[in-house]
């Protein structure tokens, strides 16, 4: 494979940048070229913010995978595609190259046809880091299914929830998943998930850990026999699926400012042709390299970094099952050191954290394969820049720090390894395609340099959100409402003298927990629902490793005295209704919340009491009871 779009200097950035900004179609339309359709689109783009309303690629046909496969057979066949490295350092890895790949998913391809699956259903993936999550990711593009895939650290209420909402009638998941020293349960927390599920009528159980499992008849049936079924078939091949550019190729779920999770669509042209330029252009991805994202498939790093930007670039792209404190702190850099990794995409959370345990870890390792390194997820401190960059990278690795979300589909702003500056901190200049702009409080613009303000974006690129799955009204209100003509990023940011930005973070309701978004009021309702708790208030604060932790402000009338029971049984609760994820930091049980007379609470004060800034609360007056706030500030965590 060669990139003849992959970007070489600053200057030729600005000039494609340029032209990006001046002739949107024209620009996507070329780039476009680069992939296999299986019938070129007839216009490049249709838009309004108003609906919304956007069209990448208007009438082509093409299928993702064969885009991901197909058309590397010939060059790249005998080439690695995915490889794995298990939880365990003393288990045998593997490695797929793209036949095998290729191979591997149109059969499971066939077991999902085999199973009664067909184009436009929704298919939910609850499973390890394993290669037969990708290659069942990759399955269901292949026959134009829907896949939604479901983090393991997610309870089975969220599951059941997704499920509901998706119309999901097809699971697919393992007995069981290794963590670390943990085995996770996934097919049992699956039953659970299915008490309020009837409507789904397949399960797939991969076998990983040999936990026993239920399996129940007539519903539930192992991977393994259906892929012997389909090898006794005959018929090895299973032709792609014609899609359209604009046919649903995913949904995710992720965390808003409401209690309620929404379902972010993604398609399938516009998806592909922005995951693989970013992917090119940010990494800076050479034939050959070996690429190392340490996200989770359940996220939409994984999604985008781990499966389908490199793989459509023909790359190797390592899937690690483990976790980077396991067996110890130095998991990371002995894959480095194994696979000889160049690229090292992973969240400043991660980095703090192995930071913590010193440079012992790193003794032995060689790092020196390395030649670009990634950050994501969240604002990463100059403290742990310069340790990565300094102990990582050994100050030969140009760092970049991507900016993006689960609904931007791939990376907006970002520098470019070694080809646009770094800055610490600074997520620095928008890709080609992106028009970052800055708005105030009453959605005027704020021009010049110099000034902070709310990131919007002015103009489609190719994966933006499409929908928000069965309720479009809600993609309208939460991301294309606010500021007319626009969409709303949710983050704050600063743009400094030079133009570079620096995202400041979450200013809605959303918090952003080790690199994981959680809304303020999920966490809320998972609260209330306890029995005892009569109404609760969660903010976030700043936490040395995880960026932000969760302080929860509850007001309890339980019958039992014993204050840290109540709170570990108040934790459980969240933890049985939205995940282990979603884990209170710190709950301080209150006797009242600060709210105004219209009883709307004053979230404001709460995070500054949280972020233990007590002298700086600002106008009380409008409360209705300023006293409360006396109490909660003595009894502080
Ligand atoms: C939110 C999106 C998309 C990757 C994983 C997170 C924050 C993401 C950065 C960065 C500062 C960042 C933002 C954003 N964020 N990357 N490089 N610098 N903040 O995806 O779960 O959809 O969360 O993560 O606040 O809005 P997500």
Same mark, same amino acid.
């Given at each position: 494979?060669?990139?003849?779009?992959?970007?070489?200097?600053?200057?030729?950035?600005?000039?494609?940048?340029?032209?990006?900004?001046?002739?949107?179609?024209?620009?996507?339309?070329?780039?476009?070229?680069?992939?296999?359709?299986?019938?070129?689109?007839?216009?490049?783009?249709?838009?309004?913010?108003?609906?919304?309303?956007?069209?990448?690629?208007?009438?082509?046909?093409?299928?993702?995978?064969?885009?991901?496969?197909?058309?590397?057979?010939?060059?790249?066949?005998?080439?690695?595609?995915?490889?794995?490295?298990?939880?365990?350092?003393?288990?045998?890895?593997?490695?797929?190259?793209?036949?095998?790949?290729?191979?591997?998913?149109?059969?499971?391809?066939?077991?999902?046809?085999?199973?009664?699956?067909?184009?436009?259903?929704?298919?939910?993936?609850?499973?390890?880091?394993?290669?037969?999550?990708?290659?069942?990711?990759?399955?269901?593009?292949?026959?134009?299914?829907?896949?939604?895939?479901?983090?393991?650290?997610?309870?089975?209420?969220?599951?059941?929830?997704?499920?509901?909402?998706?119309?999901?009638?097809?699971?697919?998941?393992?007995?069981?998943?290794?963590?670390?020293?943990?085995?996770?349960?996934?097919?049992?927390?699956?039953?659970?998930?299915?008490?309020?599920?009837?409507?789904?009528?397949?399960?797939?159980?991969?076998?990983?850990?040999?936990?026993?499992?239920?399996?129940?008849?007539?519903?539930?049936?192992?991977?393994?026999?259906?892929?012997?079924?389909?090898?006794?078939?005959?018929?090895?091949?299973?032709?792609?699926?014609?899609?359209?550019?604009?046919?649903?190729?995913?949904?995710?779920?992720?965390?808003?400012?409401?209690?309620?999770?929404?379902?972010?669509?993604?398609?399938?042209?516009?998806?592909?042709?922005?995951?693989?330029?970013?992917?090119?252009?940010?990494?800076?991805?050479?034939?050959?390299?070996?690429?190392?994202?340490?996200?989770?498939?359940?996220?939409?790093?994984?999604?985008?970094?781990?499966?389908?930007?490199?793989?459509?670039?023909?790359?190797?792209?390592?899937?690690?099952?483990?976790?980077?404190?396991?067996?110890?702190?130095?998991?990371?850099?002995?894959?480095?050191?194994?696979?000889?990794?160049?690229?090292?995409?992973?969240?400043?959370?991660?980095?703090?954290?192995?930071?913590?345990?010193?440079?012992?870890?790193?003794?032995?390792?060689?790092?020196?394969?390395?030649?670009?390194?990634?950050?994501?997820?969240?604002?990463?401190?100059?403290?742990?820049?310069?340790?990565?960059?300094?102990?990582?990278?050994?100050?030969?690795?140009?760092?970049?720090?991507?900016?993006?979300?689960?609904?931007?589909?791939?990376?907006?702003?970002?520098?470019?390894?070694?080809?646009?500056?770094?800055?610490?901190?600074?997520?620095?200049?928008?890709?080609?395609?992106?028009?970052?702009?800055?708005?105030?409080?009453?959605?005027?613009?704020?021009?010049?340099?110099?000034?902070?303000?709310?990131?919007?974006?002015?103009?489609?690129?190719?994966?933006?959100?499409?929908? %928000?799955?069965?309720?479009?009204?809600?993609? +309208?209100?939460?991301?294309?409402? /606010?500021?007319?003509? $626009?969409?709303?990023? =949710? *983050?704050?940011?600063?743009?400094?003298?030079?133009?570079?930005?620096?995202?400041?973070?979450?200013?809605?309701?959303?918090?952003?927990?080790?690199?994981?978004?959680?809304?303020?009021?999920?966490?809320?309702?998972?609260?209330?629902?306890?029995?005892?708790?009569?109404?609760?208030?969660?903010?976030?604060?700043?936490?040395?490793?995880?960026?932000?932790?969760?302080?929860?402000?509850?007001?309890?009338?339980?019958?039992?005295?014993?204050?840290?029971?109540?709170?570990?049984?108040?934790?459980?609760?969240?933890?049985?209704?939205?995940?282990?994820?979603?884990?209170?930091?710190?709950?301080?049980?209150?006797?009242?919340?600060?709210? %105004?007379?219209?009883?709307?609470?004053?979230? +404001?004060?709460?995070?500054?009491? /949280?972020?233990?800034? $007590?002298?700086?609360? =600002? *106008?009380?007056?409008?409360?209705?009871?300023?006293?409360?706030?006396?109490?909660?500030?003595?009894?502080?965590?």
């Amino acid at each position: 494979m060669s990139y003849p779009y992959q970007i070489k200097s600053f200057e030729e950035y600005k000039s494609v940048y340029n032209k990006s900004v001046m002739d949107p179609e024209g620009f996507w339309g070329d780039i476009a070229g680069h992939f296999y359709w299986r019938k070129r689109w007839d216009k490049v783009l249709n838009w309004n913010f108003k609906d919304p309303k956007v069209e990448w690629f208007i009438g082509g046909r093409l299928n993702i995978t064969e885009n991901c496969l197909d058309r590397h057979l010939g060059s790249l066949g005998n080439k690695p595609a995915i490889i794995w490295e298990p939880n365990d350092p003393e288990e045998h890895h593997r490695i797929l190259t793209y036949r095998e790949l290729h191979t591997k998913v149109v059969q499971f391809a066939n077991v999902l046809k085999n199973n009664g699956v067909q184009k436009g259903d929704r298919v939910c993936l609850y499973m390890g880091m394993v290669p037969e999550l990708a290659i069942a990711v990759l399955a269901c593009a292949r026959i134009g299914a829907i896949h939604s895939v479901i983090f393991g650290g997610f309870s089975a209420q969220s599951i059941a929830d997704r499920l509901m909402d998706a119309q999901a009638e097809y699971v697919i998941t393992c007995d069981g998943a290794y963590r670390g020293n943990k085995e996770i349960p996934l097919k049992s927390v699956i039953d659970d998930a299915l008490v309020q599920c009837r409507f789904v009528k397949r399960v797939i159980v991969l076998t990983r850990t040999r936990t026993p499992v239920s399996m129940i008849k007539g519903r539930d049936v192992w991977w393994e026999d259906e892929i012997r079924k389909v090898e006794t078939m005959g018929n090895p091949d299973c032709p792609a699926e014609e899609m359209d550019s604009e046919d649903p190729l995913f949904i995710l779920y992720t965390s808003g400012s409401t209690g309620k999770p929404k379902g972010v669509v993604h398609t399938c042209a516009g998806y592909m042709v922005y995951t693989n330029y970013t992917f090119v252009n940010t990494f800076q991805y050479q034939p050959g390299d070996i690429h190392f994202c340490t996200a989770d498939i359940g996220w939409i790093t994984g999604h985008s970094y781990i499966v389908y930007g490199p793989l459509s670039a023909g790359a190797t792209t390592l899937l690690f099952e483990g976790i980077p404190t396991w067996p110890d702190a130095g998991r990371f850099w002995e894959v480095v050191d194994k696979y000889k990794v160049n690229v090292l995409y992973t969240a400043p959370t991660a980095i703090r954290s192995l930071m913590g345990f010193g440079l012992g870890p790193l003794q032995g390792k060689q790092l020196s394969s390395l030649k670009v390194l990634g950050t994501v997820g969240e604002p990463i401190n100059e403290e742990a820049w310069h340790w990565y960059n300094e102990n990582i990278g050994k100050g030969r690795c140009p760092i970049v720090d991507t900016w993006w979300q689960t609904e931007t589909g791939g990376v907006l702003i970002s520098n470019m390894a070694g080809v646009t500056p770094a800055k610490p901190s600074y997520a620095t200049l928008p890709m080609p395609g992106v028009q970052p702009v800055l708005v105030d409080e009453n959605g005027k613009e704020i021009t010049g340099n110099n000034v902070s303000g709310n990131l919007c974006i002015r103009f489609p690129w190719p994966s933006i959100i499409r929908t %928000t799955y069965g309720d479009h009204e809600r993609c +309208r209100t939460n991301y294309f409402s /606010a500021y007319e003509n $626009m969409y709303f990023t =949710g *983050d704050g940011c600063y743009r400094d003298e030079e133009g570079y930005y620096r995202i400041t973070g979450r200013v809605d309701d959303v918090l952003n927990v080790s690199g994981h978004r959680i809304g303020t009021a999920e966490v809320e309702n998972a609260i209330n629902m306890h029995a005892g708790v009569v109404e609760s208030a969660v903010v976030g604060y700043p936490h040395d490793i995880k960026g932000q932790g969760i302080y929860c402000f509850v007001i309890f009338q339980g019958s039992h005295g014993d204050e840290n029971l109540n709170r570990q049984d108040i934790t459980q609760t969240v933890s049985r209704i939205i995940g282990p994820i979603a884990k209170p930091d710190k709950i301080q049980f209150v006797p009242g919340l600060p709210k %105004t007379r219209s009883g709307k609470i004053m979230r +404001r004060i709460l995070r500054k009491i /949280a972020e233990g800034e $007590m002298e700086n609360l =600002g *106008d009380t007056s409008t409360l209705l009871d300023p006293a409360v706030v006396d109490e909660i500030k003595k009894g502080k965590l």
